[in-house]
């Protein structure tokens, strides 16, 4: 069974910051990667995804992801934050069957300060 | 933009009743899925639907929970009798290709 590993269960970063949120997930064969946000009294919205192809992946609002297949690994980066970025972090992973099941990471709380 | 329906947002029983909780996919997504998030954790599957069809249910505590979608559209998560322990948010989600999930806001259930 795959499973998906937060490090960080909370991170506090004044504005202008640089911010990296790790995400570790064990699965032997072919995976898809997602980050989510879910900012507060929202409901779950996609950062973005990794499918194939060209492992730094930008999503929306400057965030951006790196798929290190060696390492297992799918850290979210931005190079500045924002106080509008604070919000819950969720890394997730399906596998390339055909359930295409989310299983997500335990959430990385961002609190930024202004 | 079309988003994921859910009712009610918030709920709050006693434990030993009977709690319902509806979801109206995006239009056109034929797999729909249960999760639950309890507090401080990330969602875990409880259901998936591909139409009317059930993809797995191995999750679902099923001497107490059921979930339904009858005609492959909008769907229900029932609780029969609710505990202590099902207190959580119970997020729906649909997918048109299986490649990404679109959530619904969430249902905030407290059993008292």
């Known amino acids: 069974a795959q499973s998906v590993s937060q490090h960080n269960h909370h991170v506090i970063l004044s504005e202008a910051a640089s911010l990296e949120l790790g995400c570790n997930y064990s699965y032997g064969g072919t995976v898809n990667l997602f980050w989510y946000v879910q900012y507060p009294g929202q409901h779950l919205q996609l950062l973005l995804k990794y499918f194939s192809g060209d492992p730094l992946v930008k999503g929306i609002k400057g965030f951006e992801a790196e798929f290190i297949k060696s390492k297992f690994s799918f850290n979210l980066r931005k190079p500045s934050v924002q106080w509008s970025d604070t919000a819950e972090y969720f890394c997730a992973v399906t596998s390339s069957g055909s359930a295409r099941q989310l299983t997500f990471g335990s959430g990385t709380q961002l609190t930024v300060l202004p | 933009e079309a988003e994921v329906a859910q009712s009610p947002r918030y709920k709050i029983t006693e434990k030993s009743q009977a709690v319902a909780f509806w979801c109206d996919p995006i239009?056109?997504?034929?797999?729909l899925y249960w999760y639950r998030q309890i507090l401080g954790q990330g969602p875990e599957l409880l259901v998936q639907?591909?139409?009317?069809?059930?993809?797995?249910d191995s999750q679902l505590p099923k001497d107490r929970f059921s979930a339904e979608r009858l005609k492959g559209v909008d769907s229900t998560l029932k609780i029969q009798p609710a505990e202590l322990g099902d207190s959580a948010m119970y997020l729906c989600a649909s997918s048109y290709t299986g490649n990404e999930q679109f959530f619904g806001p969430g249902t905030r259930l407290t059993v008292l």
């Open positions: 639907f591909q139409d009317e069809s059930v993809v797995d």
């Open positions: 239009s056109g997504h034929a797999t």
